[in-house]
């Protein structure tokens, strides 16, 4: 049974960050209330009183593959987290964290924490000893490019955004000007 103690997860936002937010609290409180061996129709019951207004219309929108899907907790946290978590690009996500300044006032211990937070999605563990120097030159040409407009070229590449390619990419857009 719930502890009228511990405090319940929500509302949803229904953003990338809200879902992130949203997901750690409802895991919390699922091993904090002992609802973790509840039957799934129990725990679809406490995710929707918890999880407020928009994401339950979000919720009624959502198409079944059968009918006890909508029931079945795991298949409901799959089809928000779908939703509202792009796929991460890498280049997007390495340009964020290239880019990102401390600000006036701000302590160092919060602006560190920003840097491990948005270093977290930028797959810096996927940096081998072949491809570092490849990866790295490509984020320093990304962020410091002066043209914005060729820059959200190479954004738009997403993972698929290469050094070679970035080089062709800007080469024709120099060939251009």
């Given at each position: 049974m719930a502890h009228a103690s511990l405090p319940p997860p929500g509302?949803?936002?229904?953003?990338?960050?809200?879902?992130?937010?949203?997901?750690?609290?409802?895991?919390?409180?699922?091993?904090?209330?002992e609802l973790t061996k509840k039957p799934s129709r129990v725990k679809t019951?406490?995710?929707?009183?918890?999880?407020?207004?928009?994401?339950?219309?979000?919720?009624?929108?959502?198409?079944?593959?059968?009918?006890?899907?909508?029931?079945?907790?795991?298949?409901?946290?799959?089809?928000?987290?779908?939703?509202?978590?792009?796929?991460?690009?890498?280049c997007i996500e390495r340009f964020v964290f290239n880019t990102w300044q401390q600000q006036?006032?701000?302590?160092?211990?919060?602006?560190?924490?920003?840097?491990?937070?948005?270093?977290?999605?930028?797959?810096?563990?996927?940096l081998t000893p072949e491809n570092v120097n490849e990866e790295l030159i490509l984020g320093k040409l990304v962020c410091g490019l002066p043209d914005s407009a060729v820059r959200h070229r190479l954004l738009e590449e997403g993972n698929n955004l290469t050094l070679d390619k970035a080089i062709t990419i800007v080469q024709c857009a120099e060939q251009v000007a």
């Open positions: 509302p949803l936002l229904l953003t990338a960050e809200g879902w992130k937010k949203f997901q750690f609290e409802w895991e919390n409180y699922l091993e904090g209330a019951a406490y995710f929707l009183s918890f999880c407020g207004t928009a994401a339950q219309e979000r919720y009624k929108s959502f198409t079944w593959v059968q009918e006890d899907d909508k029931h079945d907790i795991d298949k409901i946290l799959k089809k928000f987290k779908e939703e509202l978590m792009p796929t991460e690009n890498r006036p006032g701000e302590p160092v211990a919060e602006f560190v924490a920003d840097l491990l937070r948005l270093a977290s999605t930028c797959q810096f563990e996927k």
